[in-house]
C-alpha cells in the first residue's frame, strides 16, 4: 500500500467495523476530532464568542482553502451547516426569474429537485449517453436553442459511481451566458472540484472526513453583484454579497475541525487522493461482478469510489445493508428510489470505501454478500 495511505490510517481510530460508506460520512482523524473538542472546550472556559475570536486565523485559512478546492476566491465562500443549506441559501438568493428551468441530468439528486420545484422551478431533462454522463454535443444544442435560466449537476452521484464532465459543461454554459450550479457534496475530496461552474456546494463530512453539521457555499466572483442577500445592519454592509448567506448561528468547532481535515486532505495532496479512490473503484467493481445474487450498475472504469450493486435474486436491500452490518461489521448504505427518481428503478446497495480499501477487505465484502 502507499506509503501515505498507511499514514492516513495511522491518522484515524481504530474502526470498529469494515467502513465502506465514506459517502454517507468519511472517518475523521484523530487531530480532527481533537481540534472539534479543544474548541468546544475552549468555548466553555473563555465564552463562544472569545473562541471565535482566537480563531479567526483559522477560519479565514479554511475560506482561502476550500475557496481554492472549489475554484473561487475566499470572499466568495459561505459556511453553513449542510449541502442541503447551502443550495437553500443559493436559491433564495439567486435572481431567478418565477417558473425558471432548470437543466439536470436523470441522475440528479432527488431532494434537490424537490427543493427547485418548492421555489416554484421546473426540471428540465438534459440528454446523456448510455452511462448517465451529460451529452456535452446536446447540451450545447440545448444552449443554443431551448437553454434553461440554470444548468445544475451533481458533480458525482449519490446512488452510484457516475461522474458528470461539470468542467467541459462549465466552458459549454459560459460561452453560452447560462449559470453552472454544482452540487459537489460526493465530490469535493473525491474529485477535481475546481471547474469553473459559478456556483458550487457541498458537505464537510464526506470524502473530506470532517465533521457533521459543517457546509459549504462558493460563488464565482462575476456572479457576487447579481445576488439578492439580506444585509443585516450588525453584520456591517461592507461585507462581500456572499458573505451574508453564512449562518452565523454556527457550529464554529465543526468549522475548526473542518480546517484541521482540509489542512490533512491537502498535505496528502488532492491529485494523488483522486486518483487512488479512482483506482479504489477499478478494484471493487471486478472484484464483486461474478457475486452471485448481485450485478455492479456502473461502468468499470468510472474514476470515482463508489459503486452500485442491484440486487438479481430478489433481495431487500435495505434487508442486506442491515445484515452485512450486524453479522459480518461491515457499513454500507442502502440507496431508496428517491435519491435518484429519474433514473433508478429500484433501491441499490451502495459500497463507498477510502483510500486504504485492500483487495482483502473486498473479498470480505464478496464473501458476505453471499450468505
Known amino acids: 500500500m502507499l506509503e501515505w495511505v498507511t499514514e492516513w490510517t495511522a491518522r484515524r481510530p481504530p474502526a470498529q467495523v469494515l467502513h465502506l460508506d465514506t459517502a454517507a460520512a468519511g472517518r475523521s482523524s484523530l487531530a480532527t476530532l481533537d481540534a472539534v473538542a479543544t474548541h468546544a472546550r475552549l468555548e466553555a472556559e473563555v465564552g463562544a464568542y472569545v473562541a471565535q475570536e482566537r480563531v479567526a486565523g483559522v477560519l479565514e485559512r479554511l475560506s482561502t482553502d476550500v475557496g481554492a478546492l472549489l475554484g473561487v476566491p475566499p470572499a466568495g465562500v459561505a459556511f453553513g451547516e449542510s449541502a442541503t443549506a447551502a443550495l437553500t441559501a443559493l436559491l433564495g438568493a439567486w435572481p431567478l426569474p418565477a417558473g425558471s428551468r432548470i437543466g439536470v441530468v436523470p441522475g440528479e439528486w432527488g431532494p434537490n ?11 428540465q431533462l438534459l440528454t446523456t449517453d448510455a452511462t448517465g454522463r451529460l451529452d456535452l454535443e446536446a447540451l450545447e444544442r440545448t444552449l443554443d436553442v431551448d ?3 440554470v444548468v445544475h449537476l451533481t458533480q458525482v452521484a449519490s446512488h452510484r459511481g457516475l461522474v458528470q464532465p461539470v468542467e467541459e459543461a462549465a466552458l459549454r454554459c459560459r460561452a453560452a451566458g447560462v449559470p453552472l450550479w454544482v452540487d459537489a457534496a460526493q465530490a469535493v475530496g473525491h474529485v477535481n472540484t475546481a471547474t469553473g461552474a459559478d456556483a458550487v456546494y457541498g458537505t464537510s463530512r464526506k470524502w473530506l472526513a470532517g465533521p457533521r453539521g459543517v457546509g459549504f457555499l462558493a460563488v464565482a466572483e462575476p456572479r457576487w453583484a447579481a445576488l ?23 457550529h464554529l468547532a465543526g468549522r475548526v475541525g473542518l480546517a484541521a481535515a482540509v489542512r490533512e486532505y491537502l498535505a496528502d ?5 483522486t486518483a487512488r479512490l479512482a483506482e479504489v473503484g477499478r478494484l471493487t467493481r471486478p472484484a464483486l461482478a461474478d457475486v452471485p445474487g448481485w450485478a455492479p450498475v456502473d461502468a468499470m472504469d468510472s474514476p470515482c469510489a463508489i459503486t452500485a450493486l442491484r440486487p438479481t435474486a430478489g433481495q431487500d436491500v435495505a434487508a442486506e445493508r442491515t445484515r452485512l452490518l450486524l453479522d459480518h461489521g461491515i457499513l454500507t448504505t442502502a440507496c431508496v428510489v428517491a435519491r435518484a427518481p ?7 446497495l451502495r459500497i463507498s470505501p477510502q483510500v486504504d480499501c485492500t483487495l482483502e477487505d473486498l473479498e470480505r465484502l464478496a464473501r458476505a454478500l453471499v450468505g
Do not use: I, K, N, W
Not at 113 to 123: K, L, N, Q
Not at 231 to 250: I, K
Not at 269 to 273: E, F, L, N, R, S
Not at 342 to 348: I, N, V
Open 113 to 123: 429537485a424537490e427543493r427547485f420545484a418548492r421555489h416554484g422551478y421546473a426540471t
Open 147 to 149: 437553454p434553461p435560466a
Open 228 to 250: 439578492d442577500v439580506l444585509r443585516l445592519r450588525m453584520l456591517g454592509d461592507d461585507h462581500p454579497p456572499v458573505q451574508y448567506l453564512e449562518s452565523h448561528e454556527a
Open 269 to 273: 495532496d488532492p491529485a494523488a487522493v
Open 342 to 348: 429519474l433514473e433508478m428503478t429500484g433501491p441499490l
